[in-house]
Antibody
Framework: EVQLLESGGGLVQPGGSLRLSCAAS????????MSWVRQAPGQGLQWVSS????????FYADSAKGRFTLSRDNSKNTLYLQMNNLRAEDTAVYYC????????????WGQGTVVTVSS | DIQMTQSPSSLSASVGDRVTIPCRAS??????LNWYQQKPGKAPKLLIY???NLQSGVPSRFSGSGSGTDFTLTVSSLQPEDSATYYC?????????FGQGTKLEI
């Protein structure tokens, strides 16, 4: 069974940092691109960042560029999102999601981890 | 960026009804269109990919159609468990943008 388990969320002050992790199991992690998608309270879904299967290329939403860094460790089947200089508008549930083939479709999602940026 | 528009933002229907949920892209995206279902407090679930392909395990009462800029999700016979918010998403061009969602109440 494919499983994605996010962790690392929490309460952080504006300007602070957090590192989110997504532990994958049930599939060959190194063969799939992965993404983070977030959802602010009461709002819709927003793509944040994606990384290719090898980790050789990363892509970011404008809101994340220069502040967030996406990486992966295929030996540990884990995806990471380093978030720096956090703002109140980054408050959201952050989901990691698996992408089949070389597509922008998300066929499996984790349960999400909550990030709250507040003083 | 490609804008995805879903209207209405909510709709109400009854068990057994046939319901269609529209989605429009601000530019042509061929069939790079996906539909997700999200229930309160849960992660989204992929229903339809490539505009019309049913994801494995999804009931056959769900179907998708369209190409270019106009797309539709159809539920042929509503069940109580279909009460959820439905999002369309374009996977043609990064950033992969979502519609704002249509909340379906039964």
């Amino acid at each position: 069974e494919v499983q994605l388990l996010e962790s690392g969320g929490g309460l952080v002050q504006p300007g602070g940092s957090l590192r989110l992790s997504c532990a994958a199991s049930g599939f060959t992690f190194s063969r799939y691109a992965m993404s983070w998608v977030r959802q602010a309270p009461g709002q819709g879904l927003q793509w944040v960042s994606s990384i290719t299967d090898s980790g050789g290329a990363t892509f970011y939403a404008d809101s994340a560029k220069g502040r967030f860094t996406l990486s992966r460790d295929n030996s540990k089947n884990t995806l990471y999102l380093q978030m720096n200089n956090l703002r109140a508008e980054d408050t959201a549930v952050y989901y990691c999601a698996k992408q089949p083939a070389a597509s922008g479709t998300y066929d499996c999602w984790g349960q999400g981890t909550v990030v709250t940026v507040s003083s | 960026d490609i804008q995805m528009t879903q209207s209405p933002s909510s709709l109400s229907a009854s068990v057994g009804d046939r319901v269609t949920i529209p989605c429009r892209a601000s530019q042509r995206i061929s069939t790079y269109l996906n539909w997700y279902q999200q229930k309160p407090g849960k992660a989204p679930k992929l229903l339809i990919y490539g505009a019309s392909n049913l994801q494995s395990g999804v009931p056959s009462r769900f179907s998708g159609s369209g190409s270019g800029t106009d797309f539709t999700l159809t539920v042929s016979s509503l069940q109580p468990e279909d009460s959820a918010t439905y999002y369309c998403q374009q996977s043609s061009t990064i950033p992969y943008t979502f519609g704002q969602g249509t909340k379906l109440e039964i």
